[in-house]
């Protein structure tokens, strides 16, 4: 049974079966619920609050799998890559003059093939896919990955009538685990980058944290062997190891990263393994 879920809602008959076994994987009950009529927002949060023990809830409706927080404050969050705000960041993002492009080293003719150790909810991995580069996603919170598989699912249907979408979910995938374990794998032996991006303590007040990264921190808490993971990666034979921060908080390692590229709130440290990378 998971610590902080105890419950898949579906109210979409049409994914019964796709929630089944998401609530399976999960070790969470399945309840399915005829919602006809609208629901204001408390009467919402009332209504499902009685089939949990806890404070949040999985729900599949008709627009997928969702983490519906439902204390203290009602609003939900799912990976979505086809969203409006996903849509601008593709077209009109700034492209390969990004931060976080330069931060991997994309080059006019040079997509660098990244693993993505920290997905989370995919939106990093997803920006770098659509620049170029195949990214290998690793994902350890289960119910994260759970989140990032059905994103990656409603993705995959939309792009069957949308060839450029197509071509950027060809190059993501998503593997389970941590990314230590990943390392030691032979996934490794073709990454030219490894990308980190773990959880860390947020000086913003909550209010300035967006909802899905409160909803990340509300599952995952900080990833407190941040350190670890990156001495991991250092040892490998990855040639660039990129740290991605809020610009407020310190560096994870004791080791000085080779340079920084530092943005409006966020910076990224990058650590060159071999001279010439
Ligand atoms: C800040 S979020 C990443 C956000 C992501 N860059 C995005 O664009 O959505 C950090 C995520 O990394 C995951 N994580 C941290 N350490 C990990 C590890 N060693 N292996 C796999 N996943 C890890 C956490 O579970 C969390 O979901």
Same mark, same amino acid.
Request: proline share 3%; net charge positive.
């Given at each position: 049974m998971n610590r902080l879920i105890d419950t898949l809602i579906c109210t979409d008959k049409a994914n019964k079966v796709l929630a089944e076994s998401y609530a399976k994987a999960l070790y969470v009950d399945l309840c399915e619920i005829d919602l006809s009529n609208e629901l204001s927002s408390k009467?919402?949060? #009332?209504?499902?609050?009685?089939?949990? %023990?806890?404070? $949040?809830?999985?729900? =599949?409706? *008709?627009?997928?799998?969702?983490?519906?927080?439902?204390?203290?404050?009602?609003?939900?969050?799912?990976?979505?890559?086809?969203?409006?705000?996903?849509?601008?960041?593709?077209?009109?993002?700034?492209?390969?003059?990004?931060?976080?492009?330069?931060?991997?080293?994309?080059?006019?003719?040079?997509?660098?093939?990244?693993?993505?150790?920290?997905?989370?909810?995919? #939106?990093d991995?997803?920006?770098?896919? %659509?620049?170029? $580069?195949?990214?290998? =996603?690793? *994902?350890?919170?289960?119910?994260?990955?759970?989140?990032?598989?059905?994103?990656?699912?409603?993705?995959?249907?939309?792009?069957?009538?949308?060839?450029?979408?197509?071509i950027i979910m060809e190059r993501l995938n998503l593997v389970s685990g941590d990314a230590k374990e990943l390392f030691q794998s032979q996934l490794i032996e073709s990454a030219e980058v490894i990308y980190l991006d773990p959880m860390f303590p947020h000086p913003e007040k909550r209010v300035l944290v967006k909802k899905d990264m409160q909803m990340l921190q509300f599952l995952v808490g900080e990833d407190e062997d941040s350190k670890c993971l990156l001495d991991s990666a250092l040892s490998t034979k990855v040639g660039r190891v990129v740290v991605k921060r809020s610009r407020k908080v310190n560096a994870i390692a004791s080791k000085q990263a080779s340079y920084v590229l530092k943005g409006k709130r966020n910076r990224y440290d990058i650590y060159l393994n071999h001279p010439n990378s």
């Open positions: 009467a919402f949060a #009332k209504f499902f609050s009685d089939k949990t %023990s806890k404070d $949040c809830i999985l729900l =599949m409706d *008709e627009e997928g799998l969702h983490l519906q927080m439902l204390h203290p404050a009602v609003f939900k969050i799912q990976v979505n890559f086809v969203s409006s705000q996903m849509e601008y960041r593709r077209t009109k993002g700034g492209g390969s003059n990004q931060l976080i492009a330069k931060s991997v080293g994309i080059k006019p003719n040079f997509f660098p093939v990244v693993i993505d150790a920290t997905a989370g909810l995919g #939106k991995a997803f920006v770098l896919a %659509s620049l170029g $580069c195949n990214v290998t =996603m690793a *994902e350890r919170n289960s119910c994260v990955r759970l989140l990032l598989e059905d994103g990656l699912r409603r993705a995959n249907e939309v792009a069957k009538k949308n060839p450029e979408l197509k």
